[in-house]
T-cell receptor
Framework: DAKTTQPTSMDCAEGRAANLPCNHS???????VYWYRQIHSQGPQYIIH???NNETNEMASLIITEDRKSSTLILPHATLRDTAVYYC??????????????FGKGTKLSVKP | DTGVSQDPRHKITKRGQNVTFRCDPI?????LYWYRQTLGQGPEFLTY????????KSRLLSDRFSAERPKGSFSTLEIQRTEQGDSAMYLC????????????FGPGTRLTVL
């Protein structure tokens, strides 16, 4: 089962920041937080991942709370093309694990004009 | 386009028929994963390969399912005696190494069993 809890759906106005929350209260010390998204009729797409520090890349920012029990994915200026299902995933980072991703149902983000 | 291709993109078959799907990963990727996704759900892990070795199979992978990755390149997923419950999107993903590298997903094969 997925180790994360996300809201089922969210709306965001085009051009505004989209803040997608995720709870992962049972995360262990060697587990990372990953975010993927899936645009309709496409395969999932990697966005970002982090362990405990905040991370930023060209797509998004990831804010992880100090106790690591929750995180927020931030899309700074949402566009209509960001409409998708966003998945928050917790998994081990290194070795030992086969590395498969365990997806929940994700958050359906609708960006509106 | 992630560089991972899957063929066919759509497959309609009758119950009881066999079907085979193909995945071509990014060439330098040594790990290849198969997932299944039903409507309204996130993808579910089926099996994975490291090079040509199949190292893990989910309990979702019944004995009607078989996967291969000859020579550690492309992979095939075969479903024998299809059932209506097999209707789903079948996704392939590839990555490299053994650490937390991102997985690159193909566009999927949508299977409809009538």
């Amino acid at each position: 089962d997925a180790k994360t809890t996300q809201p089922t759906s969210m709306d965001c106005a085009e051009g505004r920041a989209a803040n997608l929350p995720c709870n992962h209260s049972t995360i262990s010390g060697n587990e990372y937080v990953y975010w993927y998204r899936q645009i309709h009729s496409q395969g999932p797409q990697y966005i970002i991942h982090g362990l405990k520090n905040n991370e930023t890349n060209e797509m998004a920012s990831l804010i992880i709370t100090e106790d690591r029990k929750s995180s927020t994915l931030i899309l700074p200026h949402a566009t209509l093309r960001d409409t998708a299902v966003y998945y928050c995933i917790v998994r081990e980072g290194y070795g030992g694990s086969q590395g498969n991703l365990i997806f929940g149902k994700g958050t359906k983000l609708s960006v509106k004009p | 386009d992630t560089g991972v291709s899957q063929d066919p993109r759509h497959k309609i078959t009758k119950r009881g028929q066999n079907v085979t799907f193909r995945c071509d990963p990014i060439s330098e990727h040594n790990r290849l994963y198969w997932y299944r996704q039903t409507l309204g759900q996130g993808p579910e892990f089926l099996t994975y390969f490291q090079n040509e070795a199949q190292l893990e199979k989910s309990r979702l992978l019944s004995d009607r399912f078989s996967a291969e990755r000859p020579k550690g390149s492309f992979s095939t997923l075969e479903i024998q005696r299809t059932e209506q419950g097999d209707s789903a999107m079948y996704l392939c993903a590839s990555t490299w190494g053994v650490t937390h590298n991102e997985q690159f997903f193909g566009p999927g094969t949508r299977l409809t069993v009538l």
